[in-house]
């Protein structure tokens, strides 16, 4: 049974969600991306991993100096708390990874970030430390956060996840014909570099965006979310590769996707969300039991802070 306190939060989250309107279609080619508008959510209060980095803020490690394929160390040295998503790829170190929950890290904490291989053949330093890349496909992160709730759930059912993760990678590099000496899911991105900034130029984002719902041939791929416009604005070149590589593999028709579908499965999600404790780090983690929806997101200082929903996952 849930307490007071759960629902009164998903009550609130609820609410908040409401308040976003789904914005008329961007469509470029086989994807349509439908803009959610709204005000921001008491925020941003989070500094983004990205800008961090980049400002000296956070660093990301190996665990250690023989590193550990599943885990790696994130210290925040910002005064601010710092917002990690779900499938952002970390390149660097000993192998690139892909970061699996998405965490808030508060000022001058240290976690241990759960993370999974996206590069199966290297394992030896090539730098100290990682930096940002783009987002992992919507599928492999479907995947990815629908097998990690059946590790939560100590389900019988949970799969080898790193082995499908890396048969995944593998199954990206083989139809976009990439040749990748490491078998790195980053040599995918490189080499439908061009077609991915093609898609970007036709999939510009109106201002006053907080997320999208991502559609293709008619049906709902996932959807993110963010605190602000300007969060979104920040991420939106990294966030979008993830979108388009999996448009540019089964680019089969140019058909556009009505609204409809991603009305359908806005809907869909707000209904099936549920809310506990986080983790790791701070806040509440927001995830959905539901068949067919896969959910990551966390609550935090009176505001979704970040929420990522794939369709027919699992």
């Known amino acids: 049974m849930k307490n007071q306190k759960s629902e009164e939060l998903l009550s609130t ?4 969600l409401a308040r976003l309107v789904i914005g008329d279609a961007i469509h470029h080619r086989n994807l349509t991306v439908f803009p959610l508008v709204g005000k921001k959510a008491r925020g941003p209060v989070c500094t983004l991993l990205d800008k961090a980095i980049r400002n000296g803020e956070a ?4 665990l ?3 590193g550990s394929v599943p885990e790696l ?5 910002g005064v601010n708390p710092l917002l990690v998503t779900e499938g952002e790829i970390l390149i660097g170190a000993k192998q690139n990874r892909v970061v699996d929950v998405t965490v808030i890290v508060a000022a001058h904490q240290e976690v ?5 291989c996206v590069e199966q053949g290297r394992w030896k330093y090539e730098t100290a430390e990682f930096r940002t890349a783009d987002f992992a496909p919507a599928a492999l992160r479907a ?9 939560r759930d100590h389900s019988s059912h949970a799969p080898d996840v790193q082995g499908e993760v890396w048969q995944g990678v593998s199954g990206y590099l083989q139809d976009l014909d990439a040749h990748s000496p490491t078998d790195s899911m980053t040599d995918a991105y490189e080499l439908a570099n061009d077609r991915i900034d093609d898609y970007r130029a036709g999939l510009r984002l109106p201002a006053g965006t907080r997320g999208v719902i991502v559609c293709r041939e008619g049906q709902a791929v996932g959807m993110d979310l963010f605190d602000s416009p300007s969060a979104m604005k920040s991420v939106w070149k990294r966030l979008s590769g993830g979108y388009i590589l999996d448009a540019v593999r089964h680019c089969s028709s140019t058909r556009k996707s009505g609204k409809k579908a991603a009305t359908s499965f806005y809907k869909h999600l707000s209904k099936t969300l549920q809310t506990s404790q986080a983790e790791i780090g701070c806040g509440s983690r927001i995830d959905s039991p539901a068949k067919g929806v896969a959910t990551a997101g966390v609550w935090f200082s009176g505001g979704i802070r970040h929420l990522s929903a794939f369709a027919d996952a699992g």
Do not use: C
Request: glycine residues 0%.
């Open 64 to 66: 250690d100096n023989d």
């Open 73 to 77: 160390r994130l210290l925040n040295n």
């Open 59 to 62: 660093v990301v490690r190996e």
């Open 13 to 16: 989250i609820h609410s908040e």
């Open 143 to 151: 995947d990815r956060t629908a097998n990690r709730a059946l590790q």
């Open 112 to 116: 241990v970030l759960p993370v999974s």
